[in-house]
């Protein structure tokens, strides 16, 4: 036996190198499942706090990691409002001053008109997959999908904000049903749920989004797709500053 | 003009039942706001004075988007005066009626206690194909980059005291754009003007390097040469942005002396979303020569004189304190005339198309030993549709 314990660590090694490059891919197809290499979408979002609530409703498109655009279609207020990100940099468009404005990339990670969501988790940049090691913690049942608990830890050299996100991928068709948020003190700050599994354009993707700060009772922002298309044909050249102003 | 204005709204009137549609791709699209403000102003110099002011504002903004070149925009305000304000000035009209190359306003109501005025301060016909886009009409060209001060806005300079209203009167113009790329295009744009030394003519060339956004124009601008250039962009979480614009008259140019109006800028976004924006201006034409007569909301400024006075700074604060409400502070401070102007502000959101907003602008100054002090407050409530 002692003999064949290198062998056998060297098994586990492997076998946990597997796990984890398993539980990467599954990530990986999650969140490809819900981006896509392109979409367009059309978007409620509906901030509730105790007392209140907000609704914005948007039309976006997005390629890949490097593009997104967003145009508000209400409240009238803010109707042609609209968001250009290429890269890093971030623009607004304010058509009642007909002005293109500049916007620091740090805004990124903050809320997103004053929702629940920020920025980067409407983007959804994939740094869940390369910033995060991840593990397979176990099985659950969640809309009667049998689901992976996953485990993401930071890299250590990673600049995310999360200490620790768990989610729950769906076995059979790769849907990120639930994640839960912690912070580097191991807190829970945010849970998302996904529900509402319909069939948009051939695909299958909870259209609905809820995102609850754990101790803010009363508080959360719902995300509805009323509409989205995946993987559509999108130059580059559409995420411009003339179309930012021009796309309806 | 009066029955044109009437025409145009009769016309225009009944597209306001498309909208039910609310089909985002309608052709015809129909939005606007109305606002009740009400202001009390209390100078002081020679004796305290309080004035109070009313004003109903409704703004209607009318598209119709032809097809995929064509654009009709037509945008208009109707505006009621009433109260002391209007009675205590000897002439409210010229704080209130303007116009560019045509005549596009009317006054339907003058009497010693309310006065009555519509203006169509957009009306153009824009056509763009592929990478070109040429626009005639009344239009806003707002080449402006920073929040306070914009030399490079040749056209139609901001002052960022008239708070209510922003979206500023238009110019006649042709404006002619060429986009070369995602971040950069250049374009050319000329004022029709009576004469050559009341018009504005000029380029200016957009584009991104390092992250950044620059601009370079060239041009005349009411009776001088005008050169400018403008940046904004991001070092870290640090925003740097500025403008700056030399202006020469065009006659007798070697015995004339020039100006320049420059303005640079630094933002920071704090995690917790206080944004917080510090800017100076340097005005060579200014003189310090403010009167106090009237308020500096109304006070008339061009790219080439954006201030009274010569030195200025600004370090203003924002904070989303719930998303309902916005506070914000700003404070102005000129050390040539000692001049201290402090803007403080509150936006509540009373629904999804309802706000309200309470701010004030107090300013103070000592010129010629004479104290100027000027208060005013502001409160509106403005309903989009």
């Known amino acids: 036996?002692?003999?064949?314990?290198?062998?056998?660590?060297?098994?586990?090694?492997?076998?946990?190198?597997?796990?984890?490059?398993?539980?990467?891919?599954?990530?990986?197809?999650?969140?490809?499942?819900?981006?896509?290499?392109?979409?367009?979408?059309?978007?409620?979002?509906?901030i509730i706090r105790p007392g209140w609530s907000r609704e914005i409703r948007m039309k976006a498109w997005s390629k890949g990691d490097k593009y997104s655009l967003i145009k508000i279609l209400a409240p009238a207020r803010d109707k042609g409002v609209a968001y250009l990100k290429v890269g890093k940099e971030i623009w607004n468009w304010q058509p009642s001053i007909e002005r293109t404005i500049k916007l620091p990339p740090s805004m990124m990670g903050q809320s997103w008109m004053g929702s629940d969501f920020t920025n980067d988790d409407l983007v959804r940049e994939s740094s869940e997959v390369r910033d995060y090691t991840h593990r397979i913690i176990g099985s659950d049942t969640l809309q009667g999908r049998e689901c992976w608990k996953i485990e993401l830890i930071p890299k250590e050299d990673a600049a995310v904000v999360w200490g620790k996100i768990i989610m729950w991928i769906s076995k059979k068709d790769y849907l990120e049903l639930r994640a839960e948020f912690y912070d580097e003190d191991g807190t829970l700050v945010n849970i998302m749920k996904a529900s509402d599994i319909k069939n948009m354009h051939?695909?299958?993707?909870?259209?609905?989004?809820?995102?609850?700060?754990?101790?803010?009772?009363?508080?959360?922002?719902?995300?509805?797709?009323?509409?989205?298309?995946f993987d559509i044909p999108i130059p580059d050249s559409f995420f411009s500053l003339q179309n930012m102003k021009k796309v309806r | 003009m009066k029955n044109v204005i009437r025409l145009l709204v009769l016309l225009l009137l009944p597209f306001s039942s498309l909208r039910a549609q609310?089909?985002?791709?309608?052709?015809w699209s129909f939005g606007g706001y109305v606002k009740d403000l009400?202001?009390?102003?209390?100078?002081?110099?020679?004796?305290?004075?309080?004035?109070?002011?009313?004003?109903?504002?409704?703004?209607?903004?009318?598209?119709?988007?032809?097809?995929?070149?064509?654009?009709?925009?037509?945008?208009?305000?109707?505006?009621?005066?009433?109260?002391?304000?209007?009675?205590?000035?000897?002439?409210?009209?010229?704080?209130?009626?303007?116009n560019d190359y045509f005549d596009l306003s009317t006054v339907w109501l003058k009497k010693p206690y309310a006065i009555g005025h519509s203006v169509v301060d957009r009306a153009y016909i824009d056509y763009h194909r592929g990478n070109f886009e040429a626009r005639i009409g009344r239009?806003?060209?707002?080449?402006?980059?920073?929040?306070?001060?914009?030399?490079?806005?040749?056209?139609?300079?901001?002052?960022?005291?008239?708070?209510?209203?922003?979206?500023?009167?238009?110019?006649?113009?042709?404006?002619?754009?060429?986009?070369?790329?995602?971040?950069?295009?250049?374009?050319?744009a000329a004022r029709m003007s009576r004469s050559l030394d009341s018009s504005v003519v000029a380029a200016l060339w957009r584009f991104n390097h390092w992250n950044f956004d620059w601009q370079l124009l060239a041009g005349i601008a009411r009776g001088d040469m005008a050169l400018g250039a403008g940046w904004t962009g991001y070092i870290g979480p640090v925003g740097l942005n500025g403008e700056a614009a030399y202006f020469h008259p065009y006659r007798n140019f070697p015995d004339s002396s020039g100006s320049l109006s420059l303005t640079a800028g630094l933002s920071y976004l704090f995690p917790s979303n206080l944004y917080i924006n510090y800017a100076f201006l340097y005005s060579s034409p200014g003189k310090n020569d403010f009167t106090g007569v009237s308020p500096l909301r109304f006070m008339d400024i061009s790219a080439k004189k954006l201030s009274p006075f010569k030195y200025n700074m600004i370090l203003q604060g924002m904070f989303p304190a719930t998303p309902l409400i916005n506070i914000n502070a700003g404070l102005l401070y000129s050390p040539g005339s000692n001049a201290f102007i402090f803007f403080p502000g509150i936006t509540f959101s009373l629904s999804d198309n309802m706000d309200f907003d309470l701010l004030g602008q107090f300013m103070t100054l000592k010129l010629n030993g004479l104290n100027i002090n000027q208060e005013i407050i502001y409160t509106r409530l403005k309903w989009s549709f």
């Open chain 2, 139 to 188: 239009q806003r060209i707002n080449w402006g980059i920073s929040s306070f001060w914009n030399p490079n806005d040749l056209f139609n300079a901001f002052n960022f005291l008239d708070w209510d209203y922003e979206e500023r009167q238009g110019s006649d113009a042709i404006r002619l754009q060429y986009y070369s790329g995602f971040a950069s295009h250049v374009e050319l």
């Open chain 2, 38 to 98: 009400r202001s009390i102003a209390i100078s002081s110099g020679n004796g305290s004075d309080m004035v109070v002011g009313n004003q109903i504002h409704n703004r209607l903004n009318i598209r119709f988007e032809a097809d995929s070149n064509w654009t009709f925009a037509l945008e208009l305000r109707n505006r009621l005066f009433y109260g002391e304000s209007i009675k205590a000035s000897p002439d409210p009209l010229a704080f209130i009626d303007y």
């Open chain 2, 22 to 27: 609310d089909s985002s791709l309608s052709k």
């Open chain 1, 202 to 229: 051939g695909r299958i993707i909870p259209v609905r989004l809820e995102m609850i700060p754990a101790d803010k009772p009363g508080q959360k922002t719902v995300i509805v797709y009323e509409d989205i298309v």
């Open chain 1, 1 to 46: 036996m002692k003999k064949n314990l290198p062998l056998f660590c060297l098994f586990l090694l492997a076998s946990a190198f597997l796990q984890a490059q398993d539980a990467g891919e599954i990530v990986k197809k999650a969140l490809d499942n819900f981006r896509g290499k392109s979409s367009k979408s059309t978007i409620t979002m509906k």
